[in-house]
């Protein structure tokens, strides 16, 4: 089993409507979840954090965490064209200072 | 305040030859992180730094090497180079280890032909 797992898409909403990520991961001990936007040609920029079970918003984002479920989910509410992008999820695991990326799951937002 | 500069933006090298990755910071991270992206496909670490002096191996070092001499940077060394180095190379910074939240740089494209 791959340690952080996405489903690579195309994701394809229209413009207004929610957009749902999802990512798992395979280690217990998990303990920091990154959710990164990347746009096509450019470098990942960090959108959320989460570090505790339980939902954690940010304007349009929503991070949600279940650490029993091994599961870290993104929303994005009235999805914009400009969010149209690869979303990278990202975790840490126990003490160590690296970061474990999925493969992304590219969005794209139909006006 | 620049963030995470990397240079060259874009390099084309033949098979065999070597180059040197450059990668600066003014952020005072202790962290710093090169990662490596081929098309379609997450990010791969490929070494790390905790602070001048210290480095240590990633997922995929292989082929590569890296110093920390000061605070600021992070060049990444390319010896005989082969084609399944081609790829996009990101350096990154961060202040934390368990928060962790980086900071990367615009990235180099790399061609090995």
């Known amino acids: 089993q791959k340690e952080v797992e996405q489903n690579s898409g195309p994701l394809s909403v229209p413009e207004g409507a929610i957009a749902s990520l999802n990512c798992t991961y395979s280690?217990?001990?998990?303990?920091?979840f990154f959710w990164y936007r990347q746009y096509s040609g450019k470098s990942p920029e960090l959108i959320m954090s989460?570090?505790?079970?339980g939902d954690k918003e940010d304007g349009r984002f929503t991070a949600q965490l279940n650490k029993a479920s091994q599961y870290v989910s993104l929303l994005i509410r009235d999805s914009q064209p400009s969010d149209s992008a690869t979303y990278l999820c990202?975790?840490?695991?126990?003490?160590?200072?690296?970061?474990?990326f999925g493969k992304g799951t590219l969005l794209t937002v139909n006006p | 305040n620049a963030g995470v500069t990397q240079t060259p933006k874009f390099r084309i090298l033949k098979i065999g030859q070597s180059m040197t990755l450059q990668c600066t910071q003014d952020m005072n991270h202790n962290y710093m992180y090169w990662y490596r992206q081929d098309p379609g496909m997450g990010l791969k670490l490929i070494y790390y730094s905790v602070g001048a002096g210290i480095t240590d191996k990633g997922e995929v070092p292989n082929g590569y090497n890296v110093s920390r001499s000061t605070t600021e940077d992070f060049p990444l060394r390319l010896e005989l180079a082969a084609p399944s180095q081609t790829s996009v190379y990101f350096c990154?910074?961060?202040?934390?280890?368990?928060?962790?939240?980086?900071?990367f740089g615009p990235g180099t494209r790399l061609t090995v032909l």
């Open positions: 989460i570090y505790s079970n």
């Open positions: 990202a975790v840490i695991r126990g003490s160590n200072y690296k970061l474990t």
């Open positions: 990154a910074s961060s202040s934390h280890a368990r928060d962790n939240e980086q900071f």
């Open positions: 280690d217990r001990v998990s303990q920091s």
